[in-house]
């Protein structure tokens, strides 16, 4: 569920920033530098801010991609790991979905136009930024898993019920609703309860037992 938009170097930058996760016993440590993304950040230029923040992937290069995800992943170190930072994101983000065209959204919300933020994020690099850790959740126990097996229709009907699932085009309903009619695998209760939402959804209601 995605409750709204997000643009493309956040997206990417998360990744980048939850993929180098390591696991301890106590703690969860995120936002390690990645040995791949890294070095594209110390050696030569960046994509400006103002295409990181704009059209997202299309129309880059090669190395302008390599160079977008290891900035999008420090943009998104910085925002995590600054104080006040957060608050600015969220209103950086409500201007864009107000709206706003990318720069403008980025200046109302950060209070600095993007080429002062990409300098910001040159010193931030250079002073090594630190990784940050969680404490690991408490163990939780769990109740009981009760695993039930399906009756021998489903091997035959299973595709079929995601078929129906998934909505049939009009010409094919037909003959799938036959094809469960005449299955031998209808007997049990899982083909019955799939024949009863093939009637109700593409057959006839009345034959719905």
């Known amino acids: 569920y995605f409750a709204g938009f997000y643009p ?19 703690r969860i440590v995120l936002g390690l530098s990645s040995d791949a993304r890294s070095g594209w950040l110390f050696g030569g230029g960046w ?15 090669d190395f302008d991609v390599a160079r977008f995800y290891a900035q999008s992943w420090l943009f998104t170190h910085y925002i995590f790991s600054t104080p ?17 065209a990318p720069v403008e959204a980025f200046t109302r919300g950060f209070g600095v136009a993007p080429a002062v933020m990409q300098a910001t994020l040159r010193d931030y690099v250079n002073h090594s930024p630190p990784a940050l850790a969680l404490t690991r959740p408490a163990p939780v126990e ?32 037909e003959a799938i609703v036959n094809r469960i009619r005449t299955s031998t695998a209808a007997n049990d209760d899982f083909g019955r309860t799939l024949l009863a939402r093939a009637e109700a959804k593409y057959g006839d209601p009345a034959r719905v037992p």
């Open 8 to 26: 493309t170097w956040y997206v990417e930058g998360l990744a980048e920033f939850v993929a180098t996760a390591v696991f301890e016993d106590h």
């Open 47 to 61: 994509v400006p801010m103002e295409r990181l923040i704009g059209r997202g992937l299309g129309g880059l290069d």
């Open 84 to 100: 006040g930072m957060a608050e600015k994101f969220q209103a950086y983000l409500h201007a864009l979905r107000a709206g706003a």
């Open 142 to 173: 769990h109740g009981e898993i009760l695993v039930t097996g399906l009756p021998p229709g489903a091997d035959y009907l299973l595709a079929l019920s995601a078929r129906l699932s998934g909505g049939v085009p009009e010409d094919a309903r």
